[in-house]
């Protein structure tokens, strides 16, 4: 069973882009500004805490754009749970980052 | 190889190639393959961009992260890894309760014994003193080659001279220890005091707790007369911490007050802080002194403190100031021509007689704790064993190498760190008891705390030993040949490689040769002790008292003093359990009470040249030999014959009249003492006394000259009272007589002659129970390693000894096999014990009296008892191996 540590704002601000569809590593780092020597520590983190779980994309278009396979992230409904108890907390991100824009936004990936 | 991935800049490629060698192995492809993916896409992107500068230079900054990301993996695999080991080691050792907590005392033992030691020497030798920069701190002191004296203190003609023409101090001051007693409406005490020079207290840089120290008016005031008594007007005091909080109950409005000291009215104008200890830590007061009339050359009786300019070094002040007391002789040949001065840091001059004995105990209990950690090495060594099975499905199950060392060694270290907060807990006792109980002579005793310092040795002590005791079981545990084990159906009783025989062995050899070393210094010690404390004095401590009686010059003067202690002598002779009481100018060990060296010769000879044959000259009361049971071998003692009238007549002792007169007998002839300035005077020799190790059991007679205080009055006296019986009980009797004869002049402390020479030979007694105390531990330490070892022997060699037993070897046969192989490193480790004693021994020889370093028969003794010990220590496993019942033994494969 996974434990559930205290999330961090940087790691709920991180969580609440992978849930708002911002997948990865580098999207998350051009949406929230973190460096990426913030945002890998905190995704491994989230990984093993169970809130995210890490997937290769598609072989095929990563070789049609001949470039390797990049990684990406989704929540897990243990994530989703856990980002709804952070946010609470975390009433101060809530507003300064509005759920709702981000969602509308199409993915870049 | 992997192929090069398209699209990812090299200077990207390598940077992660970099990196990944620090990601944890099992995530390392997939590590790699993340960033590069990332890497690769976002420059394809930029490529496409018109302006693609700005694009780059954020791709690298991101590129540089990846380092962190590895870094933190690297960190979280060790920590996780880490706290999984922790958790194991934890179980393991729990489960076996008995080897844990046995483990845990040793380490407790060892670890706090090394704080406890360390504490000392950290806080005797190597603490700064309490003073603003300390180093600069000297004494100076005097010293006349060419008359035999290697050291005595300055004379107050040259103290001032010092000050006068100084290039080497930035400030010098002189003092002089005295008592002094301070009268009440109730009572008058004598307490411990100090006459000390203008700055005396500017050179130490101490300022006081309350109020002010002295100014130089009123230490030029402070003028004294030739039997140092005050004559200056408007005299002042300070008080130390203690005497304010005892006298005044820590009033803080006690500057400004009277006191009455000697008779006079002083006025208290400060008080210096708590733990302030100069001159010694038993002063109650200072008094001013003023230099303006007392400036004599040749009475060198004042204690000379000074600090160094700044940046000069204390060889260039030796240089300086040699230099100048070659002027000096130039100038004041009649009393300074050969005579040099020479200067020693305060630090040194305090702590420096206690170096050796620490620093021999602190090697010692070193010698304790490597034993120690062999011993332990020793017993996880044998619980390796029995994990062989464990460890080597551990390495088949892929652990790595580097992870079943750190995996014992965190093992080790749990147990070291724990037995060092055990050890820390004991040797904090030990430390407050040691304040209370601990050996006067040692210096500085009362500074004493376990300070950070302590606790980073105490830390750096545990890692140390986690890290000997578990190197050697770890690395030998963990190169179990895992396929042979499992492959041998991991049988738990298997005998363990000749490899490891061979380490236990050697772990065992050590053990007793550091034991075996120990055992021999600390008999060396025992052995030195006893011959100190049966070396005959010259005189007899049992039942006697003794204390000092300061008269004052004002009440005293001239003659009056010699009815006083006349008439003392004979009140205390008169007390009921008084066998005989007299007293001299100073006794065997007395810390208070002049010590004249004066040059002496034959009357009708020429005097000596440069005064090199000088004797000790005392004066003695009626009684004074009696009463210390000291014997006239020839002539008489003084009697009422030796009345102020008669000619001038004195005792001198054996040592003086073989000098002098050789066998012949110099009752009768005359002897000529210079007193320098008050003239040379001739006395008629009327007895010989026996000679007295003056100075301490390890000090040589001296040559001596007794004058008769009828004769010769001062002011001066240390009293003696032989009781018949107990002498504890006389003590309220001798206190009334004295208060009796003056109610203003009490008498400070009567103690027992035999506790100065208790206090002469503590040290020493302290320095042998403790490294006595270590060389038991380590006898101990050492039979528990001997008997484990072969008890391990025997029972993985069960099977062994039952085909034996059925081949036909009887009991007798088994014993001696097992007993004979333990002996073996028995005798290996005396060997090698004794051939380190021999080698190391010799460092002790400061320490020692009477006894060689390389003395054969304390080391006959020490390896006798520690073969004995060792056999014992065979003999237990061995009889289990005779008793082996071969049938069980056979069927217990």
């Not at chain 2, 490529?47 to 230079?57: E, F, H, M």
């Not at chain 2, 005959?536 to 039942?543: L, S, V």
């Amino acid at each position: 069973m996974p434990s559930q540590p205290a999330l961090s704002s940087a790691s709920t601000l991180i969580l609440q882009a992978v849930a708002g569809g911002y997948r990865y590593g580098f999207d998350i780092m051009d949406l929230t500004g973190l460096p990426s020597g913030t945002v890998y520590p905190a995704l491994r983190r989230l990984e093993e805490a169970r809130m995210i779980r890490s997937r290769w994309e598609d072989r095929r278009s990563a070789h049609q754009a001949q470039r390797p396979a990049r990684k990406y992230y989704e929540i897990t409904t243990h994530g989703r749970d856990a980002l709804a108890g952070a946010l609470r907390k975390y009433r101060l991100i809530e507003r300064m980052a509005p759920l709702a824009r981000l969602k509308r936004r199409p993915s870049r990936a | 190889m992997r192929e090069p991935v398209v699209g990812l800049p090299r200077l990207h490629r390598w940077l992660l190639a970099a990196a990944a060698r620090i990601v944890p192995r099992r995530l390392r492809d997939g590590w790699r393959r993340e960033w590069e993916g990332e890497i690769a896409h976002r420059a394809l992107r930029i490529a496409q961009l018109p302006n693609s500068g700005a694009g780059r230079r954020e791709l690298a900054g991101r590129a540089g992260g990846a380092i962190i990301d590895a870094a933190w993996l690297f960190q979280h695999e060790l920590r996780q890894g880490f706290l999984v080991d922790v958790r194991q080691g934890l179980r393991g050792l729990v489960r076996r309760p008995a080897f844990t907590l046995f483990i845990l005392l040793t380490f407790a033992l060892g670890i706090g014994a090394n704080t406890a030691l360390f504490s000392i020497v950290n806080g005797v030798l190597l603490k700064p003193l309490p003073f603003d920069e300390p180093g600069r701190l000297v004494v100076l002191w005097e010293t006349s080659v060419e008359q035999g004296i290697a050291r005595t203190n300055c004379s107050p003609g040259d103290f001032q001279y010092w000050r006068d023409h100084n290039e080497i101090f930035s400030s010098i001051a002189a003092w002089y220890r005295r008592s002094l007693t301070v009268q009440t409406e109730h009572d008058a005490v004598m307490h411990d005091a100090a006459q000390v020079s203008a700055g005396y207290f500017e050179v130490l840089g101490t300022p006081p707790h309350l109020g002010r120290t002295f100014t130089r008016q009123e230490a030029d005031r402070a003028v004294y007369d030739s039997s140092n008594t005050l004559v200056g007007e408007g005299p002042v005091a300070m008080l130390s911490h203690r005497l304010w909080r005892q006298r005044f109950g820590s009033d803080p409005g006690v500057v400004g007050r009277t006191m009455t000291i000697e008779r006079k009215q002083y006025e208290i104008v400060g008080v210096m802080p708590p733990g302030f200890l100069m001159p010694a830590p038993e002063i109650d007061l200072w008094v001013p002194w003023s230099f303006a009339h007392d400036r004599p050359r040749d009475q060198r009786y004042v204690n000379v403190l000074a600090r160094l300019r700044p940046g000069l070094s204390v060889g260039e002040a030796q240089a300086r100031l040699t230099a100048l007391a070659e002027e000096m002789g130039r100038l004041y040949p009649d009393t300074n021509l050969g005579w040099a001065a020479r200067l020693t840091p305060l630090h040194e001059e305090m702590v420096g007689s206690a170096r050796p004995a620490l620093l021999v105990l602190f090697a010692a209990v070193g010698c304790v704790l490597l034993i120690v950690c062999i011993n332990v090495a020793g017993l996880l060594l044998v619980r390796a064993t029995g994990r062989q099975h464990e460890i080597a499905v551990r390495s088949a199950m892929g652990a790595s190498r580097v992870r079943l060392v750190r995996q014992f060694l965190i093992e080790s270290f749990l147990l070291s760190f724990t037995g060092a907060a055990l050890g820390l807990a004991a040797a904090t006792w030990t430390i407050g008891a040691l304040k209370t109980f601990g050996p006067t002579a040692l210096p500085r005793l009362h500074e004493l705390t376990l300070d950070s310092g302590v606790l980073l040795f105490t830390i750096g002590v545990a890692a140390l030993a986690g890290l000997l005791s578990g190197l050697v079981p770890a690395l030998a545990g963990s190169r179990a040949a895992a396929s042979r084990m499992l492959a041998s159906g991991g049988s738990r009783t298997a005998t363990a490689s000749p490899g490891r025989q061979r380490l236990r062995n050697i772990l065992v050899v050590s053990e007793i040769a550091v034991a075996t070393l120990l055992l021999a210094a600390s008999g060396l010690l025992v052995r030195s002790l006893e011959r100190l404390t049966h070396v005959d004095p010259g005189f007899r401590t049992e039942n006697v008292l003794v204390f000092p009686i300061i008269l004052d010059g004002a009440s005293y003067g001239g003659e009056r003093s010699r009815n006083y202690y006349a008439q003392l002598v004979r009140n205390l002779s008169a007390l009921p359990g008084v066998e005989a009481a007299g007293g001299a100018t100073v006794l065997p060990l007395s810390p208070v009470g002049p010590d004249f060296h004066l040059p002496v010769w034959r009357e009708g000879t020429a005097p000596p040249e440069g005064g090199r044959q000088r004797a000790d000259v005392r004066i003695a009361t009626t009684g004074f030999f009696d009463t210390l049971g000291m014997t006239i071998v020839g002539g008489r003692s003084f009697t009422a014959e030796d009345h102020p009238d008669a000619p001038r007549r004195v005792i001198i002792n054996k040592a003086l009249a073989r000098r002098h007169w050789g066998d012949a007998d110099p009752v009768g002839r005359r002897l000529m003492i210079d007193y320098s300035t008050a003239g040379t005077y001739a006395y008629e020799i009327v007895g010989v006394v026996n000679d007295v190790r003056f100075y301490g059991p390890r000090s040589a007679p001296r040559p001596e000259v007794y004058l008769h205080h009828a004769q010769r009055p001062y002011l001066i006296v240390n009293m003696a009272v032989r009781a018949r019986s107990d002498h504890e009980a006389l003590i309220p009797a001798v206190r009334r007589a004295v208060l009796d004869l003056d109610p203003g002049r009490p008498v400070h402390s009567v103690v027992p002659l035999s506790d100065y020479l208790g206090e002469s030979i503590e040290r020493d007694r302290f320095a042998t129970l403790v490294l006595s105390g270590f060389a038991s531990v380590a006898l101990a330490l050492a039979a528990i390693g001997v008997y484990g070892v072969l008890s391990l022997r025997v029972s993985q060699r069960r099977h062994e000894i039952g085909v034996r037993m059925a081949l036909g070897a009887g009991r007798a046969d088994l014993l001696l096999l097992f007993v004979g192989q333990g002996a073996r490193l028995v005798a290996a480790g005396l060997g090698l014990g004794i051939a380190a004693a021999l080698l190391l021994t010799r460092l002790l020889s400061g320490l020692l009296f009477g006894v060689a370093p390389s003395d054969p028969l304390t080391f006959l003794v020490a390896a006798s008892l520690l073969g004995a010990v060792g056999l014992a220590a065979c003999w237990m496993p061995a009889r289990r191996a005779a008793l082996v019942n071969p049938l069980t033994a056979l069927r217990h494969i």
